[in-house]
Every structure is written in C-alpha cells, then in structure tokens.
C-alpha cells in the first residue's frame, strides 16, 4: 500500500493507492476516529458488487451500517436527488454519530461529498473511488458540488474528505470505456506538470488499456500526488494555482450542458475534446509548437479518446461556455499548454479564437 499525504493543516488527509487490500479498510476507519455509523453513499450496480463484502468487513470492526442508493450518471447531481439523499440521512441520524462513505465515481464523489458539507454544517466523509477517473482526479482536493440547468457543479463547496481510500482492484469491474475515460484526467495531469507520466502513457497504453495492475498503480499514483501538490499550495482555489487544474474543463464541461450530460459524450470524453480545443488555441496564440501539439493529440486518440465532435450544437457549446464558473469578471479563463508538462492561463481569449478551436474539432462532413 502507498500513502500519499495531503498537507492542509487541520484538514489534512492521507491518499492510500493499493490492490486487493479492502481488509484494511476498517482498521483505517478506526483510527480516525470519525464515528460509528457509516452511511454508504453508492449506485445500485456498485452495491450489488460491492455492498456485501464492505458491509460485512466494516461490521467486523465495529461500525454500523446503512446504504443510500442513488441513480447513475450525472442525473444524480440534481438538486432532487440532493434533498432526497439528505432527508433520508437525517432519518438515520438519530442518537447517532454518522459519517458518509462515497462508493463509486466522479458523480457518487461529488454528490455524497456536498451532501456531507451541508448536512448540519459538515459531517466527516470517506472517498472509496471506483472508477480511474475518480481515483486519478475527482477523488482527491475537496471539490464537491451538484449540477444546475444552467451547468454543471454550479452549486458546491470546499470540503475535504477523511481518507481517500484508492483500491485499483475496483477498475477490473469497469467496461473498456471507464478505463479511456479516466485517462483524459491522467494525460492532463501530463501536460500540466508531470511530462514522464505523460511519456509512461504514451509508451504504455496498451498496457495501460489492458487493466495492466503495475500500469494502472503506477498511473493512480503519478495523478494522484501531482494533484495533491497542486491542492495543497491552493486548497480553495483563490491563489490562481489550482486553477491548471481545469485544462480542458472549460469546452469539455460545455460540451456535456450542450447535450445535457447525456451518454453521447462522458466526462472523459469530453475533457478529451477540451484538451484538443486547448491545444488549438494555444497554437493560435504561437505558444505551442507542431511537435507538442501532435504529441498530444496522438496520445488522446491512441488511447481510444475522441479527437473530433459530431452532433452537438456549436451554438449550444457556445451558450453553456458563457455560464462557466470560471469566468472572472465577465472575462473568460483558459488553462493553455506551452509545452508537455506546463501550461499558463490566459484570461479573455478573443471570442473569435474560442469559436474556431470549437469548430475544428467537428468532423468534416465527407466522414
């Protein structure tokens, strides 16, 4: 098992990376002490994977617990989803000291983590990640946050979890497409800072692909301590470090309010596609050269990411842009590589710019 510890002062946690090591879960529970009652925030899929086996190692130990189910996909970030899930904790939360557990993925994490920010001001949450994108990202920092009509996470809050407890024999239970999703967060954390995870991927994608456990421990590990890095220099995100962290988030998130986080295009993808948007851009501005920007955008598509958009709006694209929290002042915000392993970020990218790199990215009509 490898710990990674992330350095925030009292709201420092640790990252554990290991494999078929689910019996010291509850030992790792006790000693934080964070109560007795665990409350199991996961989909019907995980549970039924999954449930028995957690249940029975936590009872082992002592705890209680309960399980609260939630729909797939992002239709469970919706503020009914948000409001069921907190008044059925609060029906188990009688003469109790209750802690979340985050089964699952991106959508499980992000859900269960707000509704721990807000239940009575804050309870302790765990982050147990099952999916690549989750254990290599949006496990990790503290971001939580639940989606409106208007864009997604668009309703959030800082709040740092316990423990993040990254068990890599979870991925074998994933379909192919997981795996080539989380590795459009895997490639960013290359070309933000880590240019010899970026050449690993490049040289083992095939390995990487194929579920390959020294491959895939390797890659949750690189991701996993170049965010906390990052994190720990900019926890709430205010000091314009932690800001690199959303190459390829501003068009991606657009991409997925266009189709109303429909299957068409996940997460994964559709950061693949901002990355490659963010490629174009930086081109334009001369800040990338041809050798880097091929780089990239071989390494997207040899890893099964898309690298051109069909059936989506451009306008609709465009409009979802425009609601994107990151805009500062009205002024819109990109993180833009210069080279593998750095990037900078550029405030008020003419429109025009913006524009182009969206449309280049859809495929020409005689495909």
């Known amino acids: 098992m490898k710990k990674i510890k992330v ?39 995980l ?15 002592g705890f209680s617990v309960k399980f609260e189910t939630i729909p797939d996909g992002e239709k469970a970030k919706s503020e009914k989803e948000c409001m069921r899930l907190l008044n059925n904790i609060s029906k188990i939360d009688t003469l109790r000291r209750v802690f979340i557990i985050a089964l699952g993925g991106g959508v499980v994490g992000d859900l269960a983590g707000f509704a721990a920010s807000v239940y009575k001001r804050g309870i302790p949450y765990v982050q147990i990640p099952t999916t690549l994108l ?10 939580t ?19 993040v407890f990254s068990d890599i024999s979870f991925l074998k239970s994933l379909p192919a497409k997981e795996i080539i999703s989380g590795l459009a967060e895997a490639v960013k954390y290359g070309i933000i ?24 421990q390797r890659v949750v590990y690189k991701c996993s301590f170049a965010k906390a890095r990052i994190v720990e220099k900019d926890e709430m995100d205010n000091k314009n470090i932690r800001v690199v962290l959303n190459l390829g988030h501003t068009i991606g998130h657009a991409i997925e309010a266009a189709i109303s986080y429909r299957k068409s295009y996940n997460h994964g993808q559709a950061v693949a596609l901002g990355l490659v948007s963010s490629v174009y851009i930086a081109e334009k501005m001369g800040l990338l050269t041809e050798n880097n920007s091929r780089r990239i955008k071989n390494v997207i598509k040899n890893v ?15 409009s979802a842009q425009s609601h994107d929290k990151k805009f500062i002042h009205g002024k819109n915000r990109f993180v833009l590589p210069v080279k593998i392993g750095k990037v900078i970020v550029k405030e008020s990218v003419p ?17």
């Open 7 to 45: 350095n925030l002062g009292k709201n420092s946690y640790d990252i554990l990376i290991c494999s078929n090591e689910l019996n010291k879960l509850g030992p790792c529970l006790k000693r934080l002490n964070i109560g007795r009652d665990a409350i199991i925030v996961t989909n019907a899929n």
């Open 47 to 61: 549970k039924k994977l999954f449930g028995n086996k957690i249940e029975r190692l936590l009872v082992s130990n």
């Open 134 to 143: 989750s254990q290599v990202d949006s496990a990790i920092g503290g971001k």
């Open 145 to 163: 946050a639940i989606d409106l009509s208007a864009g997604k996470n668009l309703v959030g809050a800082f709040y740092q979890p316990k423990l």
């Open 193 to 216: 800072n880590s240019p010899d995870l970026f050449s690993f991927i490049e040289k083992n994608y095939r390995k990487i692909l194929k579920n390959d456990k020294k491959c895939m």
């Open 304 to 318: 099964g990411l898309p690298i051109k958009l069909k059936d989506v709006s451009l306008k609709n694209i465009l």
């Open 351 to 367: 429109e025009h710019m913006v524009r182009d790199a969206i449309q280049k990215l859809y495929e020409s009509k005689k495909r």
